[in-house]
């Protein structure tokens, strides 16, 4: 990816990449509330916007994600929240 240019060292998990992306849960409790997260909107828009394609492409045409994304659309997620857990 563009992103990373001659420094692939700067992604060392999948964690570092989602971090790199923007994608990566932060804890969001308001003190009333734990447990609970959110997206970390930082980080670059450019691998961001290429995984969102990559997922809304899966959801369309690879069979096994739509089989995924059924399953967890009957245990009453929506297509956004069928990824996050």
């Known amino acids: ?11 060392k998990s999948e964690a570092a990449l ?3 992306a923007g994608i990566s849960p932060i804890p969001a ?13 930082g980080g670059h828009r450019q691998p961001n916007a290429a995984i969102n ?3 809304l492409v899966r959801m369309r045409f690879h069979e096994p994600t739509k089989i995924y994304v ?4 009957t245990e009453g ?3 956004r929240t ?4």
């Open 77 to 79: 997620k929506t297509k």
């Open 29 to 41: 409790s308001s003190g009333m509330t734990t447990g609970r997260h959110r997206i970390n909107h």
């Open 82 to 85: 069928s990824f996050a857990a």
């Open 18 to 20: 989602a971090k790199l």
């Open 70 to 73: 059924a399953r967890r659309t």
């Open 53 to 55: 394609r990559t997922v």
């Open 1 to 11: 990816m563009i992103v990373f240019g001659d420094n692939r060292q700067r992604v």
